[in-house]
Structures are given as structure tokens and as C-alpha cells.
């Protein structure tokens, strides 16, 4: 059986890539604030119970 396969062009292909280093750096910065909030929380647990 034959089987179609769709290729984007060039241009696509660099807008998608585009899109998912865009994507990937977001991804990166939300983790960041997420590792400083729950260090926030931590601390901010520890001085109550102190």
C-alpha cells in the first residue's frame, strides 16, 4: 500500500523550529520561578515553625 507523506518547506520548517525554541525557553524560564517559589515556601514555612 502506498502511504502520503506532507514535508513542510524550508520556511515552515524554520518557523516550527522557531516555535518550539521560543516554546522551549519559555518552558525554561516558568521552571526557574517555579525552583525560586518553592524555595520561598520552604522558608517561609521554616519561620513559622521557628
Known sequence: FKTRLFIP???EQE????FFSDLDQL??????QLD???L?????LQQMFI
Open 40 to 44: 520561598l515556601k520552604k522558608a517561609l
Open 15 to 18: 518557523a516550527i523550529g522557531s
Open 36 to 38: 525560586h517559589l518553592k
Open 27 to 32: 518552558i525554561t524560564l516558568h521552571q526557574r
Open 9 to 11: 518547506t524550508l520556511p
